[in-house]
């Protein structure tokens, strides 16, 4: 499915809107794939991390960027790949099993000589609301 | 909840038969294989790069794992196989974070044993151009700093992405990872 149109935000979108969040599960299988965790079993293997202290196995904090990456691309469309910045910071970890949902909201918006730079305070929680990833996206948009 | 219950709880997230537990102890005592921390793997200027090949078949396994679908970046599809794709460049593209990836894999010598128990705790990404499925960059990692910061050992990275066939510059990257 393309990316919906009516979610984007544009030069005109005022401060303080919040971005449509999404909804992952942890799911250890995925966090265990060869391409993503494979390498280290603390991501995937629950007798291992167990052993390491962990009460689960955890998610690497690249899928939770990962995730705040398709909200930004499902709101900025084509300006994502281009002269934009993410900035992110893992300050928990996500287990497995949890729900982590992303979260986005405009706090800045300054005139640039090609069009508006706007900036979006990002992060992810779970489903107690407790802060997984924290950050902030720029991104340059037409006039 | 009792320790027992945690635990118990914790396997069934990946039940096993036991010659499917026997594979996967067998796989790790692989992985346990003696290694350097990344903190003395590496000396700050140290310089490496690697290319890789953003394979249409890449792009999908790297989205599948995060369940992001944006047909952008299809440029493998069931039944037809290879397709040019379709995105507002032309052709696929792949995801913006996807080169930030591989990073690691570029960062600390790929041929030693892997440290196991690094975290990856910190990037400022740089996404400067759309990359093409299909494209081979060039991924050049440079130690800049290595730091504690409350009794924990940081080693911090700046990284750049360029294609290997015109030089273009397609993102840059300042990382941390907290090493044992």
Same mark, same amino acid.
């Given at each position: 499915?393309? !990316?919906?149109?009516? @979610?984007?935000?544009?030069? #005109?979108? +005022? $401060?303080? =809107?919040?971005?449509?969040?999404?909804?992952?599960?942890?799911?250890?299988?995925?966090?265990?794939?060869?391409?993503?965790?494979?390498?280290?079993?603390?991501?995937?293997? !629950?007798?291992?991390? @167990?052993?390491?202290?962990? #009460?689960? +196995? $955890?998610? =690497?904090?690249?899928?939770?960027?990962?995730?705040?990456?398709?909200?930004?691309?499902?709101?900025?469309?084509?300006?994502?790949?281009?002269?934009?910045?993410?900035?992110?910071?893992?300050?928990?970890?996500?287990?497995?099993?949890?729900?982590?949902?992303?979260?986005?909201?405009?706090?800045?918006?300054?005139?640039?000589?090609?069009?508006?730079?706007?900036?979006?305070?990002?992060?992810?929680?779970?489903?107690?609301?407790?802060?997984?990833?924290?950050?902030?996206?720029?991104?340059?948009?037409?006039? | 909840?009792?320790?027992?219950?945690?635990?118990?709880?914790?396997?069934?997230?990946?039940?096993?038969?036991?010659?499917?537990?026997?594979?996967?102890?067998?796989?790790?005592?692989?992985?346990?294989?003696?290694?350097?921390?990344?903190?003395?793997?590496?000396?700050?200027?140290?310089?490496?790069?690697?290319?890789?090949?953003?394979?249409?078949?890449?792009?999908?396994?790297?989205?599948?794992?995060?369940?992001?679908?944006?047909?952008?970046?299809?440029?493998?599809?069931?039944?037809?196989?290879?397709?040019?794709?379709?995105?507002?460049?032309?052709?696929?593209?792949?995801?913006?974070?996807?080169?930030?990836?591989?990073?690691?894999?570029?960062?600390?010598?790929?041929?030693?044993?892997?440290?196991?128990?690094?975290?990856?705790?910190?990037?400022?990404?740089?996404?400067?151009?759309?990359?093409?499925?299909?494209?081979?960059?060039?991924?050049?990692?440079?130690?800049?700093?290595?730091?504690?910061?409350?009794?924990?050992?940081?080693?911090?990275?700046?990284?750049?992405?360029?294609?290997?066939?015109?030089?273009?510059?397609?993102?840059?990257?300042?990382?941390?990872?907290?090493?044992?």
């Amino acid at each position: 499915m393309a !990316p919906d149109q009516t @979610l984007r935000i544009n030069a #005109s979108t +005022p $401060i303080g =809107t919040e971005l449509e969040p999404i909804k992952k599960r942890a799911l250890i299988q995925l966090m265990g794939s060869r391409l993503w965790g494979r390498f280290n079993p603390n991501h995937w293997d !629950p007798e291992y991390a @167990l052993s390491t202290g962990l #009460s689960a +196995p $955890i998610q =690497t904090g690249e899928m939770n960027s990962a995730y705040i990456t398709e909200m930004c691309v499902n709101h900025f469309g084509e300006h994502l790949f281009q002269n934009a910045r993410i900035v992110c910071k893992y300050i928990a970890s996500t287990l497995a099993d949890e729900i982590i949902t992303t979260h986005g909201i405009v706090t800045e918006k300054e005139t640039v000589g090609e069009g508006c730079r706007i900036k979006v305070d990002v992060w992810c929680d779970n489903e107690l609301g407790e802060k997984k990833t924290v950050g902030w996206v720029e991104v340059t948009l037409p006039n | 909840m009792t320790s027992v219950n945690k635990e118990q709880d914790a396997r069934e997230l990946r039940p096993l038969t036991p010659i499917q537990r026997a594979q996967t102890r067998e796989f790790i005592r692989e992985l346990e294989h003696e290694c350097q921390t990344y903190w003395d793997m590496v000396d700050v200027g140290d310089t490496l790069c690697r290319e890789l090949h953003l394979t249409p078949e890449l792009i999908i396994l790297y989205s599948d794992g995060v369940e992001d679908f944006n047909p952008w970046y299809e440029a493998w599809r069931m039944n037809s196989w290879q397709i040019e794709g379709e995105s507002p460049f032309g052709g696929a593209i792949v995801p913006p974070l996807l080169v930030s990836h591989f990073i690691l894999s570029v960062q600390f010598d790929h041929t030693k044993p892997f440290a196991i128990g690094s975290i990856h705790t910190y990037h400022d990404s740089k996404i400067v151009a759309p990359i093409k499925v299909g494209a081979t960059v060039r991924i050049t990692t440079r130690a800049i700093e290595k730091f504690e910061k409350r009794g924990r050992r940081y080693v911090r990275h700046e990284a750049e992405v360029i294609d290997v066939n015109n030089g273009a510059l397609y993102f840059q990257e300042t990382r941390d990872i907290l090493s044992l």
